[in-house]
């Protein structure tokens, strides 16, 4: 099945059901882990503002089979629940944080033991994000959006986001739940976005839209097990603070040049 028709299916199936897990995707497309990781950020990526020809921002509110809009589309949309005129410009460093293996861990335990697996993960990531005053701004399946500067503000900001990588590795090297070892996939950018409230009807969330979530989740892309990869802008914010290890420039989807990124090594 082409991408852009499980994409469509996949938005279609989340408006109907408010979530589904990767797994379950997994299995009905019968897609691979490579297929799936390029699902999980466009499905990030579905979640953008686009302006009418007045400028005016629009929040897509899409009924089940629509299609989300392209970023920066200049044409009115279809289904506009609301203006958003809270939405507030700032700078933020955004985290990615994913489970390694989780598919696999999910197709070979028992589907209550694997749920025990997830909530000690997120129990034990939660308590560490909140120590530097991160904020968990979505649970995504195995993965979680985390925004340092948001809703409060700090001048160390990027500091934090790169501490708390390094102490989640070493968090989660000590969690162990139904024998299985969990290990997790960083990626950390810095940038400006547009902070409001998203969602329809009664499911509404605050959610920071522009490029740096994406290039933040395509940066956790690249990184490896147990490994945290931050942006050359976090770098610049963070450099004489971390030990790192330059890993050259990369190529990221969506972005026409090649980005310096860099592996965190320890203080």
Same mark, same amino acid.
């Given at each position: 099945?082409? =991408?852009?028709?499980? +994409?469509? *299916?996949?938005?279609?199936?989340?408006?109907?059901?408010?979530?589904i897990s990767?797994?379950a #995707? &997994?299995?009905?497309?019968?897609?691979?882990?490579?297929?799936? %990781?390029?699902? &999980?950020v %466009?499905?990030?990526?579905?979640? *953008?503002?686009?302006r009418?020809?007045?400028?005016?921002?629009?929040?897509?509110a899409?009924? @089940?089979?629509? *299609?989300p809009?392209?970023?920066?589309?200049?044409?009115?949309?279809?289904?506009v629940e609301r203006?958003? $005129?809270d939405?507030?410009?700032?700078q933020?460093?955004?985290m990615?944080?994913? #489970?390694?293996?989780?598919?696999?861990?999910?197709s070979? +335990?028992? $589907?209550?033991?694997?749920?025990?697996?997830?909530?000690?993960y *997120?129990? @034990?990531?939660?308590?560490?994000?909140?120590? =530097?005053?991160?904020?968990?701004a979505?649970?995504?399946?195995?993965?979680?959006?985390v925004?340092?500067?948001?809703?409060?503000?700090? %001048?160390d900001?990027?500091?934090?986001a790169?501490?708390?990588?390094?102490?989640?590795?070493e968090?989660? /090297?000590l @969690?162990?739940?139904y024998g299985?070892?969990?290990?997790?996939?960083?990626?950390i950018?810095?940038?400006?976005?547009?902070?409001?409230?998203?969602?329809?009807?009664?499911?509404?969330?605050?959610?920071?839209?522009?490029?740096?979530?994406n290039?933040?989740?395509r940066?956790q892309? #690249?990184a490896?097990?147990?490994?945290?990869? !931050?942006? $050359?802008?976090?770098?610049?914010?963070?450099?004489?603070?971390?030990?790192?290890q330059? #890993?050259?420039?990369?190529?990221? &989807?969506g972005?026409?040049? $090649?980005?310096q990124?860099?592996? !965190? +090594? /320890?203080?």
């Open positions: 099945m082409e =991408f852009e028709a499980v +994409l469509e *299916q996949t938005i279609a199936l989340l408006q109907r059901q408010g979530r990767y797994g #995707l &997994k299995r009905r497309f019968q897609l691979d882990d490579a297929y799936l %990781e390029d699902l &999980k %466009e499905l990030i990526e579905a979640q *953008q503002l686009a009418d020809e007045n400028g005016r921002i629009l929040v897509w899409g009924e @089940t089979g629509s *299609q809009p392209a970023r920066d589309a200049q044409v009115a949309l279809p289904h203006r958003t $005129p939405a507030e410009r700032r933020l460093t955004v990615f944080c994913d #489970l390694v293996d989780s598919t696999l861990l999910a070979q +335990l028992d $589907p209550e033991d694997w749920r025990e697996v997830v909530r000690a *997120q129990e @034990t990531a939660a308590a560490v994000i909140q120590r =530097f005053d991160g904020h968990i979505q649970y995504l399946g195995d993965g979680l959006l925004y340092f500067g948001y809703p409060q503000a700090h %001048e900001d990027a500091r934090r790169v501490r708390t990588g390094l102490d989640l590795l968090a989660m /090297g @969690t162990q739940h299985v070892q969990l290990a997790v996939r960083i990626g950018h810095t940038g400006v976005v547009v902070v409001g409230e998203m969602g329809g009807g009664s499911r509404q969330e605050q959610l920071a839209l522009g490029d740096t979530p290039v933040a989740a940066i892309g #690249l490896t097990p147990d490994t945290v990869v !931050i942006s $050359p802008t976090t770098f610049q914010l963070v450099r004489g603070f971390f030990l790192y330059d #890993l050259g420039t990369r190529a990221l &989807k972005l026409s040049t $090649p980005v990124v860099y592996h !965190i +090594l /320890g203080d």
